[in-house]
């Protein structure tokens, strides 16, 4: 029996997507339930799953562009095979270890032979590329039967090579072109559309983050005892922003046309990167969890989206979207409202800095927090008073639930 694999609906308003990559080859027989391939549509990466065992037949290549509902592929049932997963003992290719063990063996030899072949490092330079990170067959080597020495070591990392590649600088003039994916073709044209079409403009604080970090270093073992989750900071910036919009409502609001609809709960897009890029899943009715609860739910979303896993009913609709560039090092940046939300807080990276205090210079762990908005929607006034309640929070958390009167232990349900 010969069954059709068509592409399924990714979710509403999406009527074609790409096909991104083949994870299997034509003609292979593959397990029912196998991922076959990866789709992008304008919104996410989905896999789409084999729904029988047999014999692949590849009707599209991948790049192209297909409607939901067409034929992608089909599998012949009646054939017979094994999948790749299955192989025998005597397929499977040779253990790591043992192929190290060999490869010292000869390696032994060598020395004893005094045989260096081309390309062999000197003790010094073999030291120098560990150190440094480059593969040997970046290095030309110039000693005695093509032999690497420590100075061409050093005159190949003086010349721009990348330490932490195999790929980098070698002084070509070549150039790579490639199809942007159907994400990212999406994204782009958000981008610009949100900065054609919205009155956006960022404004900017700081946070001084040592009494969420002494909170945190102080209660860390019991809250993952009790609650078997860690203590990070996505908890405490989302409990703040929830809270901030409470007191700013315009900012979780949206603009419809000639009406401001205003939101009466927190549904929080967290931004997660995954292997495909950005995504931005939500955590819904954020206003009425527990830090616990928070840190619950962003960590079973990031793994979603770090397995390619997350759907898109997971990732539609939101009020409000905190990003985190800090943890790639971000120290200050604007970030672009997620339309058709009208506010996005940016948090970014913790730095020791001089800052003073009562009067006098001391050094505590900042940070920069950036809020950008639409201004049609949100005025200036509302959008500093928001920033200012989100650092009130953090600089003395136990004010994020009754007033700061119930503890930090309630806080953090402890």
């Not at 010969?2 to 027989?29: C, D, H, K, N, Q």
């Not at 994916?181 to 949100?194: C, F, I, N, T």
């Not at 009067?359 to 900042?366: L, S």
Request: glycine share 10%; with cysteine.
């Amino acid at each position: 029996m010969i069954v059709e694999i068509r592409v399924p609906s990714p979710g509403e308003s999406i009527t074609e997507v790409e096909i991104a990559s083949w994870l299997v080859s034509e003609g292979e027989y593959i397990d029912k339930d196998a991922e076959l391939c990866e789709i992008d549509s304008d919104k996410a990466t989905l896999t789409i799953n084999a729904e029988e065992s047999g014999s692949l037949s590849i009707k599209i290549e991948e790049g192209e562009t297909v409607a939901v509902g067409d034929i992608i592929c089909t599998i012949d049932t009646s054939a017979e095979g094994k999948s790749k997963k299955g192989v025998t003992k005597e397929d499977r290719p040779e253990p790591v270890a043992e192929v190290k063990k060999q490869e010292v063996v000869k390696a032994d030899a060598d020395k004893e032979d005094k045989n260096y072949a081309s390309g062999h490092p000197s003790a010094a330079a073999n030291k120098l590329i560990a150190e440094a990170g480059v593969g040997l067959d970046q290095i030309k080597g110039s000693g005695k039967n093509g032999r690497i020495t420590k100075q061409d070591v050093i005159s190949q990392l003086a010349g721009g090579v990348s330490a932490s590649s195999a790929g980098g600088w070698g002084g070509s003039r070549d150039a790579t072109r490639r199809k942007m994916s159907m994400l990212r073709r999406k994204l782009a044209s958000r981008l610009v559309a949100v900065k054609n079409e919205t009155a956006m403009l960022t404004t900017f604080n700081e946070v001084d983050m040592k009494p969420v970090m002494d909170l945190r270093t102080k209660y860390k073992a019991k809250f993952e005892e009790v609650h078997g989750v860690k203590l990070g900071f996505m908890s405490f910036f989302t409990k703040a922003v929830t809270e901030a919009l409470s007191l700013f409502p315009n900012v979780n609001a949206i603009l419809d046309g000639e009406e401001i609809i205003t939101h009466n709960y927190a549904d929080i897009a967290i931004a997660v990167s995954g292997p495909k890029g950005l995504m931005v899943p939500i955590v819904r009715n954020a206003e009425v969890m527990s830090l616990a609860e928070i840190e619950a739910d962003i960590k079973r979303l990031a793994i979603k989206v770090r397995e390619g896993k997350i759907s898109m009913d997971e990732m539609l609709g939101g009020t409000f979207t905190i990003t985190n560039g800090g943890v790639f090092g971000s120290m200050m940046s604007t970030p672009i409202i997620n339309p058709p939300q009208s506010g996005i807080l940016g948090m970014h990276n913790i730095i020791q800095r001089p800052i003073a205090v009562d009067g006098e210079v001391v050094i505590r762990p900042m940070m920069y927090i950036a809020l950008s908005y639409d201004h049609r929607v949100i005025d200036g006034k509302d959008s500093v008073g928001f920033l200012v309640a989100i650092k009130k929070m953090l600089e003395d958390p136990a004010n994020m639930i009754f007033g700061g009167k119930q503890g930090e232990e309630v806080l953090l349900g402890l």
